[in-house]
């Protein structure tokens, strides 16, 4: 029998011999997480039938083969693009998770603006989505893409810099670097003046806690 057992159990991995919780159920053995990505990151041609797939299963003399060659039934497909490998343990793919959810580069014309397109396109290329993917869902990243979508903040570094989350925008300047939009930037100098942009909030807001205590 082979397939996908939801109900988290500890078996003896049959790839790496460690006592972890099984991910699968192949006809060679159960095989923990760590074993199933490294295995759909094996790619290669396939003994079996000979097409470059990941090798994620075990002919009966150890070879590795491909899913099918292997006498594997789960699938490792994204449905929506067809992507076969490590980023797709479901049904869709992380690169095609996170396509969606670049929707909040959309300038309202159903398509990124224009001057954002090379950061969709970078971001799309992203060869670690999972790190992508923890970025763009974290709380306020949507509002970060969409505001120099709608014309909000404007691309440039100062207004990066003026942005209240300085953090969130320190990783947006870096995108927006990596992918041509702006010009390589000295990270010494932005991050010494990142840092000091919470005190400086703090003083103005104390200033302003002042103006309106002397005030009343
Ligand atoms: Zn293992
Ligand atoms: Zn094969
Ligand atoms: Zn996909």
Known sequence: MTGYKP??????????????????LFPDGHICQACLRAALRDRGACPGCGRDRPLIGRLSDGTAACRECAGITREFTCQ??????????????????????????????GCPAVELKPLA??????TNPMRLEEWLNLPGTRALL?????????????????????QRAAYMRDLLVASGILP????????????????????????????AAGAG
């Open 146 to 166: 969409a505001d120099p979508a709608t014309g909000r903040l404007d691309l440039s570094l100062d207004a990066l810099a003026s942005f209240p989350d300085w």
């Open 7 to 24: 109900r988290p159990y500890k078996r003896t991995c049959c790839r790496c011999g460690n006592f972890r919780f099984a991910t699968a």
């Open 121 to 126: 396109d970078y971001l799309r290329a992203e």
């Open 80 to 109: 929506h693009c067809g992507y076969e490998g490590e980023w797709c343990i479901a049904r869709i793919c992380l690169f095609c998770r996170n396509t969606r959810k670049l929707d909040a580069l959309d300038d309202g014309s």
């Open 184 to 211: 390589a930037v000295d990270k010494r100098l932005t991050s010494f003046e990142s840092s000091r942009q919470p005190r400086r909030r703090r003083r103005r807001g104390c200033s302003r806690t002042r103006a």
